[in-house]
């Protein structure tokens, strides 16, 4: 099957969260996504924006049975420090449409963000995974990806909501 | 008594910051790890659209009168797709004859200062699981621990892998 991937541009945002919706639902937590278009319009894609995206294309003649989509996945990338070894890529999302998996789309994908990363002297590609979700998880151990929580223990933290305006009194 | 103040480092702190990098690097066991320089920090933390952004903590001696750099915290801006803009907490350390002393909590509390300013909705961060007094005081700030309550793992790839991943 043809397929392009490409940089986003403000003109997929719409796409872009339709997408974020169903990735959402895929790991069970629809419920918890308040994002907008607008929000990634203005974060995105305006001056140092906050985040990037690409987007996995096919022509016409595949478009989804239902909704008539062309853009059928999209990877989010940002840049990271590690203050061990410096640039880093960080990988936020990663999803491509279910009819769509097993032709390698989703590789190309993060293949993408990791020469966009090496292009701005990245030594890293870091980003997370469900430990439920093995599909995934057996995907990035076959690209080589490590484990670091499973092998150093290293647990990914977050403060939020009152606790974080407790906190961001002096 | 030990008056200090949190400030937002400026390219002539990189020394310094290299320093308090190998002190922390050494605190989690992992010193022979660090390969970056002074140079590195001054050209991915300075220069226009920079890497990171770091805060000093600083305090002033009384006799002589000289700053001395104490602690630091790194930063950067993420996104997470659910809910918006986020801030990610790298680094955070205070030399260990200055702990104890709400050092560590101010560095922490300006990034969520900063994160606020900025619209975001998160302060994210990670923390070793041996590492019991630095989660005991993240939990104690109100933070949540997604690695034990979802499982979430934080995967890496670099290096030969990496430079495979990157064929088309």
Same mark, same amino acid.
């Given at each position: 099957?043809?397929?392009?991937?490409? /940089?986003?541009? &403000?003109?997929?945002?719409?796409?872009?969260?339709?997408?974020?919706?169903?990735?959402?639902?895929?790991?069970? #937590? !629809?419920?918890? &996504? %308040?994002? %907008?278009?607008?929000?990634?319009?203005?974060?995105?894609?305006?001056?140092?924006?906050?985040?990037?995206?690409?987007? !996995?294309? &096919?022509?016409?003649?595949?478009?989804?049975?239902?909704?008539?989509?062309?853009?059928?996945? +999209?990877?989010? +990338?940002?840049? *990271?420090? @590690? %203050?061990? =070894?410096?640039?880093?890529?960080?990988?936020?999302?990663? +999803?491509?449409?279910?009819?769509?998996?097993?032709?390698?789309?989703?590789?190309?994908?993060?293949?993408? #963000? /990791?020469?966009?990363?090496?292009? !701005?002297? =990245?030594?890293?590609? @870091?980003?997370? #995974?469900?430990?439920? *979700?093995?599909?995934?998880?057996?995907?990035?151990?076959?690209?080589?990806? #490590?484990?670091?929580?499973? @092998?150093?223990?290293?647990?990914?933290?977050?403060?939020?909501?009152?606790?974080?305006?407790?906190?961001?009194?002096?």
């Amino acid at each position: 099957m043809e397929y392009s991937i490409r /940089a986003a541009s &403000v003109e997929d945002c719409k796409d872009i969260r339709r997408l974020i919706g169903e990735l959402a639902e895929y790991e069970k #937590v !629809a419920d918890e &996504v %308040t994002i %907008t278009q607008r929000d990634l319009e203005r974060d995105g894609f305006s001056e140092n924006p906050f985040f990037h995206c690409i987007i !996995a294309e &096919v022509p016409e003649q595949h478009k989804t049975k239902e909704g008539d989509h062309t853009k059928i996945g +999209y990877a989010t +990338y940002f840049y *990271n420090y @590690n %203050t061990w =070894c410096g640039r880093a890529i960080y990988m936020g999302d990663l +999803y491509v449409m279910s009819e769509f998996r097993g032709k390698g789309i989703g590789r190309a994908l993060m293949s993408k #963000v /990791a020469q966009l990363g090496r292009a !701005a002297g =990245c030594r890293q590609l @870091n980003f997370t #995974v469900m430990d439920w *979700n093995k599909s995934a998880r057996d995907f990035y151990l076959r690209q080589g990806c #490590v484990d670091i929580t499973a @092998n150093t223990g290293k647990h990914f933290m977050r403060c939020e909501g009152e606790a974080l305006e407790h906190l961001a009194q002096p």
